[in-house]
């Protein structure tokens, strides 16, 4: 279960807030939208972080629901907008912290693997690899290893559904720990973490923003990495 609602976006402890933006550090297990079998979402909590602001801040993407790290939020529609056209543009950089069984071939690399939406009546969707799917690239570097583990720094280019996921499994032929639709699923967690985020503003400094390594992460022997731009 998540996190109550001080331990994540108390306001004195948010990665990055200004006039027209805040980053909070979501929990893994909370999901961004409602889910339709109901329960709570971050939308439960857009009222509290309005912190003095007249209107509720709406969050510019997504990430999913088992994974933790920085989520940027947009505190008026103009701000919305703008970001959200950073991100289909590919201006925002962002960083991912993430753990897979066993230690690849190569110590870094560039995964480019286009990806499509797949779906059956008896697994329902995934995202698979497809010669005639979206274009997904994904850089990638070995940070440290624990237990026959890989701690693992994935840069992605783009920004498809499930990308990381699909490509640690495909690229580097072993899922997410933890990660319940294209590996198996560990009562820590899947080991996915938004770690970074940076999209740059015209006229102003850009927003930047980084989350800590999280406690599922220090239970495998991991420690924080100490550089993260590498």
Same mark, same amino acid.
């Given at each position: 279960m998540p996190p109550a609602f001080p331990?994540?976006?108390?306001e004195q402890a948010l990665p990055f807030s200004d006039g027209e933006a805040? /980053?909070?550090?979501?929990?893994?297990?909370l999901p961004v939208s409602r889910p339709r079998k109901g329960g709570?979402?971050?939308?439960?909590f857009l009222p509290a972080l309005?912190?003095?602001?007249?209107?509720e801040p709406q969050p510019v993407h997504r990430l999913d629901q088992d994974t933790s790290g920085c989520l940027l939020l947009a505190r008026h529609a103009k701000a919305l907008k703008r970001f959200g056209a950073a991100f289909e543009s590919g201006? /925002?950089?962002k960083v991912y912290w993430g753990v897979i069984e066993g230690l690849p071939e190569e110590q870094s690399g560039t995964i480019d693997l286009s990806l499509a939406k797949a779906s059956s009546a008896a697994g329902g969707w995934r995202i698979v690899p497809s010669a005639t799917g979206k274009r997904a690239v994904t850089h990638w570097r070995q940070l440290a290893v624990a237990d026959g583990r890989t701690l693992v720094e994935f840069r992605p280019e783009t920004g498809r559904t499930h990308q990381i996921r699909v490509h640690a499994l495909h690229g580097l032929g072993q899922p997410l720990v933890g990660d319940p639709v294209y590996g198996r699923s560990d009562p820590t967690g899947m080991m996915l973490h938004a770690a970074?985020?940076?999209?740059?503003?015209?006229?102003?400094?850009?927003?930047a923003a980084s989350a800590r390594l999280p406690d599922r992460f220090r239970k495998l022997g991991f420690a924080e990495p100490e550089d993260v731009d590498g």
């Open positions: 331990d994540f976006c108390a805040l /980053v909070i550090d979501k929990p893994a297990g709570r979402s971050l939308e439960d309005r912190f003095g602001f007249q209107r201006a /925002v950089s970074r985020l940076t999209l740059p503003r015209d006229g102003k400094p850009p927003i």
